[in-house]
């Protein structure tokens, strides 16, 4: 997809306009109005009067006899103030954040069904007045709704639908700005589409092998330095949580590791073949820890068959982590950063791991297993701990951990937990501008006593009722991190599109867009 700027004259001229516009807000006050053809806005001014609202979600379509453009789309963005009563009583809420990004989206989904392969929008104010920040939030949306698993499918006759073109409409003297958003946003769009594209592999093809596989060419293509510790290795490291949950299946784990260091000049960071951090230069590491398990059946304790089938998706975090690193890097943001990404099969078998098992970690600490289907929580366990060995300004871990969080949340935010109160805040507010949303949840002592072990140092699940799981999920972790500062997100919620978002059906590319903010953010974090 290209997206580029056109003066408002050059773009009145072309074939189909979508407009997008606010209730009780003359057509007359939106400035591109005034550049189409006078032969065009006495009709579309009649049609806008008689047959449209503006309500949230209406779409109309105006076809001109003659001359260009030949079609405009009006779209209903709803009101403005705080309510508006629409003519049936109810309460209609007002624009907000988190409607901006969805803006791009509709017009892409609304395009795509009508086989539209262009068209000219112009640069609204809902955009906001940052005119690079408002090109790469529209960009990076409109080719997230461009997207679609179709690798397994038969190609239809006349190909899939597909956006090619948009042209923003607005001053030549914002295209400098506008450029340069549209250059970012491609990146992020482009990077979360491809954590799609990975998450949505089925389980059969995507295997800790071919993940790592995966990790390795997009470090090649972006830059990236890579690693990838193998059994031997891990064994050598006492990564009792990796290889525990491994064992079932006869896919061999991996664990992968992604360097970007351009926050400061520094030394060779891996010393080959020994898998071992360097020092952290003058400026301490972002780590980013993903959960890498690319089918999880839930061990001997079996999942359901209702929501079994979407399990090769359980490496979400992993797959954010990959693509939200190759953003970083192909933006050249000037940071240091570590990417850990344990990669395991969770499988039912002679050698799987047994509820009661007792697994020592690479930390010293022993979990004792009570349910095998609690294995993100086991595997990150090491990967927490290898990542304090860096000494990061901040740890944060992107895990599809419970379905808990899911019940908690519901489908449109992640959980968040961290170890360091002072910053959640300025975690919320990196989700609010990433569209990654998060919303926080206790990380309090007194759930500590429901996860000690009767036998090893800590249980992999609450040892009363499931209430709290999510909770019980995010103080497990913290045991691993020492006096580390941590966030945990629990991207469980946040896993498959739901049908209001505009996007296809599948994975969300959840944890890329945010992992691009969060290093922005990275350096006031670090001295809050």
């Known amino acids: 997809m290209k997206i580029t700027p056109l003066t408002h004259r050059e773009a009145a001229r072309t074939k189909n306009v979508f407009l997008g516009l606010f209730q009780k807000e003359p057509l007359a006050k939106e400035e591109f109005f005034s550049y189409l053809p006078e032969s065009t806005r006495k009709p579309l001014s009649g049609f806008a009067k008689k047959e449209f609202r503006a309500d949230e979600k209406e779409t109309k379509s105006l076809w001109l006899a003659k001359g260009r453009p030949e079609r405009i789309v009006l779209f209903g963005f709803g009101g403005k103030s705080p309510r508006q009563t629409l003519r049936d009583g109810a309460g209609q809420a007002k624009w907000n954040y988190r409607k901006t990004p969805l803006v791009a989206r509709r017009y892409v989904q609304y395009a795509r069904s009508e086989r539209i392969t262009e068209f000219t929008t112009p640069f609204g104010s809902y955009l906001g007045t940052n005119k690079k920040d408002g090109a790469a939030v529209f960009t990076a949306n409109a080719l997230m709704a461009n997207f679609e698993f179709v690798k397994y499918k038969e190609r239809p006759m006349g190909g899939w639908p597909e956006v090619k073109t948009i042209y923003l409409a607005a001053d030549k003297k914002d295209f400098p700005e506008i450029q340069k958003g549209i250059k970012e946003g491609t990146i992020i769009g482009e990077e ?181 289907d609690a294995e993100g929580r086991v595997i990150l366990s090491d990967a927490l701990h290898y990542g304090t060995r860096y000494q990061p300004g901040l740890m944060v871990d992107l895990a599809t951990l419970t379905g808990s969080a899911h019940v908690a949340l519901g489908n449109y935010a992640s959980a968040l937990f961290t170890n360091r109160e002072a910053l959640q805040e300025k975690l919320i507010e990196v989700g609010k501008i990433s569209g990654d949303y998060v919303w926080p949840l206790p990380l309090w002592d007194e759930y500590l006593p429901e996860i000690q072990g009767t036998f090893g140092d800590v249980a992999n699940i609450g040892k009363g009722d499931r209430r709290g799981g999510a909770i019980h999920g995010a103080k497990f972790l913290e045991q691993f991190v020492g006096k580390t500062r941590w966030a945990h997100l629990d991207i469980a919620p946040r896993m498959t599109t739901t049908e209001s978002e505009f996007l296809a059906k599948g994975a969300s590319g959840v944890g890329v867009r945010y992992i691009v903010e969060l290093a922005k953010e990275y350096p006031s974090l670090v001295l809050s």
């Open 192 to 372: 979360t589409n491809a954590a799609r594209e990975l998450t949505n592999t089925p389980g059969d093809d995507m295997t800790p092998a071919r993940l790592a596989e995966a990790a390795t060419h997009t470090a090649k293509r972006t830059g990236l330095r890579v690693k990838i510790l193998e059994e031997k290795e891990m064994r050598r490291l006492g990564m009792g949580g990796v290889l525990g949950v491994a064992r079932g299946s006869d896919e061999k784990p991996k664990f992968i590791i992604l360097e970007y260091r351009h926050g400061s000049k520094e030394p060779a960071s891996l010393k080959a073949g020994r898998g071992s951090p360097s020092k952290a230069g003058r400026q301490k590491p972002l780590v980013l820890v993903g959960k890498g398990v690319t089918f999880d059946t839930g061990g001997l304790n079996l999942k359901p068959e209702t929501s079994i089938y979407e399990m090769h998706m359980d490496m979400s975090g992993g797959a954010a982590v990959i693509h939200g690193m190759a953003a970083l890097a192909r933006l050249k943001l000037p940071i240091n950063v570590i990417g850990l990404i344990p990669a395991v099969e969770n499988m039912p078998s002679g050698s799987s791991y047994h509820p009661g098992d007792l697994l020592k970690t690479m930390s010293g600490k022993t979990i004792e297993v009570l349910n095998t």
